[in-house]
């Protein structure tokens, strides 16, 4: 038993009741410790003490997504295989396009950092217009192709597809891409088709996480668009493919670890919850 005087307040009640919406008369979404403590008649440290001992956050909120393609098994067993386990004697690249970068220029000159005061910028900016950067990952060496393009239909991926096969011109490639509609135009698919040494795997649908790319477009987010300020698309583009030219200096290997089964299984996990009330 614990020392000191016995709690006089049952924390799993404090719990049940924040895990129920709050009364209407309210007028909120979820509870704070302080509209909790108020409607229970006790102190607000009591309320904030009983969600840390259960866990209980009701300020966060995330999302989720459940992908509905029948073939789901199929496809991330595949996409995952070559994640863990690539083929001999060929590439494996994650390709897609990053679309919409905005060319964004702010009204007033960036403050830099100093010493105690971190780097400062106008909210206001002007807009320049956009661009799509394209992107194959290799996943073994972490190098990217790329090319910016002003859209990204599938006139702009096709000749993406052939500007990666220009780059690796004698080995077999096995392309991860997700499923948009210009990737499976017609045009797109007879060119694959007349290359045979071009391989395709499409993550599911709803499944784009698969694709590491993805990982990689976050990186160039923050470290090269998130913060710049672009006077012109131009600019913009050409500080893209600076920062390409850097990383593919540096550049390090994107592993994989998670299997197929660990994935599926977190995918068909029954979101009902058995805490008693």
């Known amino acids: 038993p614990r020392s000191g005087r016995p709690r006089r307040v049952d924390h799993a009640r404090i719990v049940s009741v ?5 009364p209407k008369k309210y007028g909120v979404t979820h509870w704070s410790t302080r509209l909790l403590a108020r409607h229970l008649g006790i102190g607000n440290r009591t309320v904030a003490t009983a ?23 199929a496809k991330v067993t595949d996409v995952v295989g070559l994640y863990l386990e690539p083929p001999q004697n060929a590439i494996v690249l994650c390709v897609d396009e990053k679309s919409q970068i905005q060319a964004l220029d702010r009204t007033a000159p960036l403050l830099p950092m100093q010493p105690g005061l971190p780097e400062r910028r106008t909210h206001d900016y002007r807009r320049h217009g956009t661009s799509t950067l394209f992107a194959a990952l290799e996943i ?6 790329a090319a910016c393009k002003p859209r990204h239909r599938h006139q702009e991926f096709l000749a993406f597809l052939k500007q990666v096969a220009r780059a690796y011109p ?24 007349a290359n045979p040494r071009i391989h395709v ?3 599911p649908t709803s499944g784009s996480w698969l694709n590491l790319v993805e990982v990689w477009f976050g990186i160039i987010e923050r470290q090269a668009i998130h913060r710049g300020s672009f006077g012109s698309v131009k600019d913009l583009n050409a500080k893209i493919r600076a920062f390409i030219d850097g990383w593919n200096d540096r ?3 994107f592993t994989w670890t998670k299997t197929a089964d660990d994935i599926l299984k ?12």
């Open 18 to 22: 924040t895990l129920a919406p709050p």
């Open 140 to 145: 073994a060496t972490g190098k990217v192709t």
């Open 51 to 73: 969600w840390r001992e259960y866990g209980v956050q009701p300020w966060r909120a995330e999302t989720f997504k459940f992908s509905t393609d029948p073939e789901l098994v």
């Open 170 to 193: 004698d080995q077999d490639l096995h392309l991860v891409m997700d499923n948009y509609a210009a990737h499976k135009k017609a045009q797109v698919r007879d060119w694959l088709s």
């Open 266 to 277: 977190k995918a068909n996990r029954q979101t009902t919850s058995n805490t008693a009330h």
């Open 201 to 203: 795997h499409f993550t």
């Open 251 to 253: 550049c390090h290997p």
